[in-house]
């Protein structure tokens, strides 16, 4: 049986509600704004070989996101999941390497650059906190060496509640 990757089940990408729409939202910038803009650009005579490059990785880019949202399943937890510790799409408010309480939330890695809070969830203090719960302190193990990460509160906000 195959593992999941951290972000998905069975395969799927799982994003929240709010990370789905922001990655449409994305696309939709890309394809209606982004892109007609660059088009004149490209059929002058003494065009920018880096506005063909940009060009081409925001079609790209725009294919992938497509392609991840297709497959796509919006994350819902039941409330009792909070017993099993921190999964992907769960808040957490934790004591970082520098002692600043910090809220934190493990998302898809394409995900995760969306907003100061999300984090991919294949980063170190990600795979670190996965399973915590509320008191727990966990050893991350980073790049620049091991730091002790505390979680001191998990909330379900921005995550739909399984029915």
Not at 39 to 48: A, Q, S
Request: charged residues 30%; negative net charge; contains cysteine.
């Amino acid at each position: 049986m195959a593992r999941n990757k951290p972000g998905e089940i069975n395969g799927r990408p799982q994003l929240t509600r709010q990370g789905y729409e922001q990655l449409q939202e994305r696309v939709e910038d890309i394809r209606e704004r982004r892109l007609p803009e660059m088009r004149p650009l490209l059929v002058e005579t003494e065009r920018d070989e880096r506005v063909v490059a940009e060009f081409e990785r925001l079609m790209e880019e725009a294919s992938a996101v497509d392609a991840l949202l297709a497959q796509a399943d919006i994350i819902s937890i039941e409330p009792a999941a909070l017993a099993d510790g921190i999964t992907v799409g769960m808040r957490a408010r934790v004591t970082l390497e520098d002692g600043v309480e910090e809220w934190v939330r493990p998302v898809h890695p394409e995900e995760g650059f969306l907003d100061e809070e999300r984090i991919s969830a294949t980063s170190p203090l990600a795979l670190a906190l996965f399973g915590a719960v509320v008191g727990d302190t966990v050893m991350v193990q980073a790049p620049t060496g091991q730091w002790p990460c505390k979680v001191l509160e998990i909330d379900l906000s921005g995550v739909e509640a399984r029915s």
